[in-house]
């Protein structure tokens, strides 16, 4: 299935089929990006060299997915054998004992793995997940556009220079929007993409005595750009705009810039999926007092919760070997070009010629994934690791609470002032009931 297929596709669905047999039937929660639906059409290969394991699929939104994941480990209901994590998760799961270690067969080459990717999805020094594709955050943007503004794009763009480009290439009567940016709430929707701002600003979830600084001047400064872009030079929807919905929009040439996840490099570049494909440059995210923080890092990984009895556990590594392994990121390749693969993982897949002739966003990905550094996320010292989110139990919650806020203030229900309060409100009373400072 081509990639405009895969994203028209995308939407809550379980793929079923008769298992064979006395056949191992492994259920896996997955989330409706393309790459993940590329790995569902891919199984019957996956089935047919190994006739004893049978996967059924089911495919639920991020936020979906989240939910049910987390509720269905935290419970221990054990409705999935598979499940599909991120490198928040991965580490505080893993210390709570709901999932196994991955175990790498002779043929996965564990030392090809990102180092920053391989260490996100480890604890105490060993795999939890296993990354099927990973991301930073860069920005693309329509060369023709520039080009005929007379524009040209700095290879380090500052937030300043963003809003300025945005608000020349602003265009609606043509159906064109200067800007397209997450709006969608949620700690892994608008919060994905505000957090890095905030900390390009200068920012910080919390200081070093576990104080929530929502409501400090590099908030300010960073919401008030990132809603008045959107209310200004975005579409009419954007604060309904997650991913994909961006990701389409982008492709049919409606948005001018889109600081977005670098996995979309291969969709708005592909002429099977892009109306704007040759036209379409890459640069690193946007900075602003600071590029510490400035772009994110995350993968979406295949992990197996501990509960999953011992022959389910025995076909879930056999299947996750499978599709985060060498040889399928090259079948990927095979099926649907280099441009197309999962990327993001493996130094094999930026080392190889195919792939670097065809992805002309690989540089600026890879150097952003390499230069993430969750340890040191932010400009003054913070007590946390990570980029667009803390790894603490409650900031799900937090960043859940934090991005309703922020969406209100996009829809024009509250000020940025009243937003960011509410915010810290909601953060603060989030770590007293977990137990922080602790």
């Known amino acids: 299935m081509k990639a405009a297929h895969l994203l028209a596709a995308a939407a809550s669905v379980v793929i079923l089929a008769a298992p064979a047999a006395h056949a191992t039937r492994l259920v896996i929660a997955t989330v409706d990006n393309a790459q993940m639906l590329e790995m569902q059409h891919l199984t019957p290969l996956f089935e047919k060299t190994h006739p004893g394991i049978h996967v059924d699929w089911v495919t639920l939104t991020e936020h979906q997915l989240r939910d049910a994941v987390s509720t269905d480990l935290e419970t221990r209901q054990g409705q999935f054998d598979i499940v599909t994590v991120g490198m928040y998760e991965t580490p505080l799961w893993a210390r709570r004992g709901w999932l196994v270690p991955i175990q790498p067969d002779a043929h996965y080459d564990v030392a090809d793995l990102l180092p920053s990717i391989r260490a996100g999805l480890s604890y105490r020094g060993r795999l939890y997940a296993a990354p099927f594709y990973g991301e930073s955050s860069m920005l693309m943007y329509r060369t023709d556009l520039l080009r005929k503004a007379g524009l040209r794009m700095p290879a380090q763009p500052r937030w300043s220079e963003v809003a300025a480009l945005a608000a020349r290439l602003d265009d609606p009567r043509h159906g064109v929007y200067g800007i397209c940016l997450r709006g969608k709430a949620g700690w892994g929707e608008n919060m994905a993409l505000v957090s890095t701002m905030v900390n390009a600003f200068g920012g910080q979830w919390f200081d070093m005595n576990w104080r929530p ?14 809603v008045d872009l959107l209310r200004r030079y975005g579409p009419p929807t954007a604060a309904q705009m997650n991913y994909n919905a961006n990701l389409a929009l982008f492709a049919q040439g409606r948005c001018a810039m889109w600081v977005g996840a670098t996995v979309a490099g291969g969709f708005v570049s592909s002429a099977r999926f892009s109306r704007v494909a040759g036209e379409v440059g890459f640069a690193p995210a946007p900075i602003a007092v600071t590029a510490r923080g400035s772009h994110w890092l995350w993968a979406w990984a295949l992990a197996i ?18 599709a985060t392994s060498r040889a399928y990121v090259e079948r990927v390749a095979a099926r649907d070009g280099w441009d197309l693969v999962p990327s993001g993982t493996r ?22 994934i390499e230069s993430a550094d969750p340890n040191a996320p932010t400009l003054p010292r913070s007590p946390y690791r990570g980029i667009q989110y803390v790894s603490i139990r409650g900031f799900r919650t937090i960043g859940d609470r934090v991005g309703a806020a922020i969406h209100q203030a996009l829809e024009g229900k509250l000020s940025v002032d009243a937003a960011l309060a509410q915010g810290q409100y909601a953060a603060r009373r989030e770590l007293l009931s977990a137990g922080y400072p602790p």
């Open 347 to 368: 130094k094999s897949t930026y080392a190889n010629p195919a792939f670097q002739a065809a992805s002309p966003w690989a540089q600026v990905e890879l150097e952003a």
């Open 213 to 226: 600084q929502i409501n400090s001047p590099p908030w300010q400064r960073a919401v008030g750009l990132y």
């Open 305 to 322: 919760p501990s509960d999953v009895d011992a022959r389910q556990q025995a076909a879930a590594q056999i299947f996750v070997n499978w």
